[in-house]
């Protein structure tokens, strides 16, 4: 296993082309064109790796919050536009180039979003940036394919009339789109996919600590032939930028991605105009493995990935690992033997497993925990520290003998640490695993496929895996129950969401 003495990080040193990129100015994409912050203020980018600067960003604010959303409204609000008039199939035609320059850039936007986030090069490349491309091409098919319905109306007060009605799915307009930094292109895809297949404008704002991938991606939604005006990005923080882009009266809609808590400052701050609110949130995902599952090795083998993957920064982690109690040592021995088997480095290192986690601030939270779950008296199985001196690296952990009262066991930590524990029944374990404020997903393996059905239907949560975890799919709608979210990304449900239904009603 890796200690903090033994642990060095090697200096990796980016590819030519990626250092072009950091080399080039960062800017705020605003009306087409790229320009400081009004404020002139700009923001250090962090490689998480290492803890050196990597690039300095455009602080936005409230001022270019303002001016990203007039140039969004002048977009919208002119019919004469040509994104107002674009027809379906070309809409479709152009964010299916989208997808296809995503992927003709797939190696560069992988190494930025490695970089910038910390995550295993091989992971952005093989998982975020193909996803984000897909998504786009899934989209694509769905601008052609938003449609109202003819309905025959009775009109009951008046007898013998005539009328012919329908409905029309319209855009809603501007819409303010707030992600995370867990997957920063992925995240940016999701939101702008949908809200372009359905003919809307945007302002977006990506996190503070992953602001690479998103710029590198205005870059080409211009190279696609999107008209200026229709996608606005403007970085800065949460506080400002993003507290300014929820409470503008000119948006019609904003769609969050990120923690609970500021899920909740969103709604309020959503008040003034009431606009439209979806919101994709926190998540204690049960995990609960039945001694009748069919490959107890894939068994355990799913359990490490659904926490450790992505260093356990996935909102749907499956951090509440439940194990019925005649096989609980061997799979607790088992995700053990997995965490000490992962190999920690840089992302950009061809062998890591595992990188840092994204930032100061992270490292604190998550080491934070680790010595809370310590402290109140859990026992640690395996990690629970930090690794090495430098960049942000924590070690896999497994934690068990925990209370439910504990922050181990209540809180999203958003970091590798997983809390095993036992049960003897199906009731038992439905009623614990229901018994948390989220609801964003759950994982269940089996052997017995009654049993499945029955937790699938039980488990209060908007997805549940049997047999697998972590599975994504551009068509599968995913979001969740109680204090997950509200609304769902991905899917025909998406798209739902970034339109309005007009009633028309025609007296003939
Ligand atoms: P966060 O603090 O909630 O930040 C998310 C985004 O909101 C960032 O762009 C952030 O900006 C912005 N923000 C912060 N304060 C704001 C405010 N007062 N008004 C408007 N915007 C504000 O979350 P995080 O810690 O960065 O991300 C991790 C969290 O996201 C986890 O809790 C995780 O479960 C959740 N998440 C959920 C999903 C899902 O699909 N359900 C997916 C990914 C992540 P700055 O970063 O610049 O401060
Ligand atoms: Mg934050």
Redesign the pocket.
């Known amino acids: 296993m890796v200690t903090a003495s033994s642990f060095e990080i090697p200096d990796m040193k980016p590819s030519a082309r990626a250092e072009a990129f950091l080399a080039r100015p960062k800017r705020l994409l605003i009306g087409g064109r790229w320009v400081e912050a009004a404020s002139g203020k700009a923001f250090p980018v962090y490689n998480p790796a290492t803890g050196a600067i990597i690039d300095m960003v455009a602080e936005g604010d409230a001022e270019d919050i303002d001016r990203a959303v007039k140039a969004a409204r002048k977009v919208f609000d002119n019919p004469k536009h040509p994104w107002r008039t674009m027809t379906p199939s070309d809409r479709g035609r152009l964010i299916w180039r989208i997808g296809d320059l995503i992927l003709q850039h797939r190696d560069e936007l992988a190494e930025l979003e490695s970089l910038d986030n910390g995550k295993p090069m091989a992971v952005a490349n093989g998982a975020d940036v193909p996803l984000a491309a897909d998504l786009f091409h899934y989209m694509a098919g769905w601008a052609t394919k938003i449609q109202g319905h003819t309905i025959p109306i009775s009109v009951p007060y008046a007898p013998g009339a005539r009328f012919h009605a329908f409905t029309l799915r319209e855009p809603l307009g501007v819409v303010g789109q707030?992600?995370?930094?867990?997957?920063p292109l992925l995240?940016a895809a999701?939101k702008l996919g949908p809200l372009l297949a359905a003919g809307n404008c945007a302002v977006l704002?990506?996190?503070?600590?992953t602001p690479l991938t998103a710029l590198r991606l205005g870059e080409i939604l211009q190279e696609a032939g999107l008209p200026d005006g229709v996608v606005n990005i403007i970085t800065?923080?949460?506080?400002t930028?993003?507290?300014a882009?929820?409470a503008h009266d000119g948006v019609d809609k904003v769609a969050?991605?990120?923690?609970?808590?500021?899920?909740k400052?969103?709604v309020k701050?959503a008040a003034g105009n009431l606009k439209k609110v979806t919101?994709?949130?926190?998540?204690k995902s049960p995990n609960i493995i039945f001694k009748d599952t069919p490959d107890l090795a894939q068994a355990i083998a799913g359990a490490a990935s659904a926490i450790f993957f992505n260093h356990g920064?996935?909102?749907?982690a499956g951090s509440r690992l439940f194990v019925e109690k005649d096989i609980y040592k061997e799979v607790v021995n088992g995700i053990a033997d997995a965490a000490k088997a992962i190999k920690l480095g840089p992302g950009l290192a061809a062998d890591t497993q595992m990188g840092p986690l994204v930032s100061e601030e992270?490292l604190n939270r998550v080491t934070g925990f680790m010595e809370a779950g310590r402290r109140e008296g859990a026992c640690v199985v395996t990690g629970g520290q930090r690794v090495g001196q430098r960049g942000y690296f924590v070690a896999p952990t497994v934690f068990t003998e925990a209370r439910a009262d504990m922050s181990v066991v209540k809180d999203?930590i958003?970091g590798p640490v997983v809390v095993a524990d036992s049960f003897e029944s199906t009731e038992e374990i439905l009623a614990r695993s229901n018994d948390t404020p989220y609801g964003?997903a759950a994982g269940v393996w089996t052997g017995d496929i009654a049993k499945a059905h029955h937790l699938a239907a039980q488990l209060r949560a908007g997805t549940v895996w049997v047999n697998c975890y972590n599975i994504f799919d551009s068509a599968l709608p995913?979001?969740?129950y109680k204090q997950?979210?509200w609304g769902r990304?991905m899917g025909h449900e998406v798209v739902e969401q970034y339109t309005q239904t007009k009633a028309v009603c025609i007296g003939l």
């Open positions: 707030i992600i995370p930094w867990n997957f995240m999701w704002k990506p996190a503070e600590q800065g923080f949460g506080e930028a993003g507290a882009l929820a969050f991605t990120g923690s609970t808590e500021v899920g400052l969103i701050a919101l994709e949130l926190g998540g920064q996935c909102c749907c992270q999203e958003f964003l995913f979001g969740g997950s979210g990304e």
